[in-house]
């Protein structure tokens, strides 16, 4: 039997993380891949950021990270 106490010590999980990621209608478990969550609502994140208006905040953020730097 697998319990988390035996996966701590290098047993084995159940189920695939594939598997578990699946939505339910696929045959999986529906959990959401948070690493994959993250990187779409950075991305998302970016693009507003780059497309819209700026604002106060925006245009400080834009400076910050998308200055280019000065080699004098």
Not at 22 to 32: D, N
Not at 49 to 70: C, E, G, M, Q, V
Request: hydrophobic fraction near 40%; include cysteine; aromatic fraction near 12%.
């Amino acid at each position: 039997m697998c319990d988390s106490a035996s996966i701590e010590k290098g047993g084995y999980a159940l189920v695939k993380w594939g598997k578990v990621c699946k939505r339910k209608s696929f045959g999986g478990l529906g959990i959401i891949n948070l690493r994959n969550m993250n990187l779409a609502l950075l991305v998302k994140w970016w693009r507003k950021l780059l497309t819209s208006p700026l604002d106060k905040w925006a245009t400080i953020d834009k400076d910050n990270y998308f200055s280019t730097p000065n080699f004098q």
